[in-house]
């Protein structure tokens, strides 16, 4: 039986790659926080992990002739940009709220490093699983 890393790690590589994406936009919109008219952009977490879930179980994506593009089925797992809603209006049109956006911050990357310490204990059991210990 050969060990398939797609199925052993299930959607948590997924889970890390958004997470990823979302701690860029977030630390972008912190960074842009004094740009006039700059719109606050998150990622809807469950949304990307549903979509992730959803083309995991699809499979692989076959093509049936030679002049078809490859295409990766990770390529169709990019989540949604959304624009974040405003709590308070600024004179300037900025949509950045300092504070949320550093709590936000702050919890994908608790959440992130969760997902990094889930994984390596996955990798440590199959290690464990293939030295036979």
Known sequence: M???????????????????????????????????????????FQAAMKMAASHQSMGSIETTHSNHIQVSSSQFASPAVQYRTTVQDSLDGNTVDEQIEQAQFMQNSVQYQASLNFLGAKFSGLLSAIRGE
Not at 9 to 23: F, K, P
């Open 2 to 44: 050969s060990i398939n890393f797609d199925t052993a790690l299930g959607i948590h590589a997924d889970a890390l790659r958004v997470r990823s994406q979302r701690t860029e936009l977030l630390a972008s919109n912190m960074a842009n926080a004094d740009t006039p008219n700059y719109k606050a952009r998150d990622i809807d």
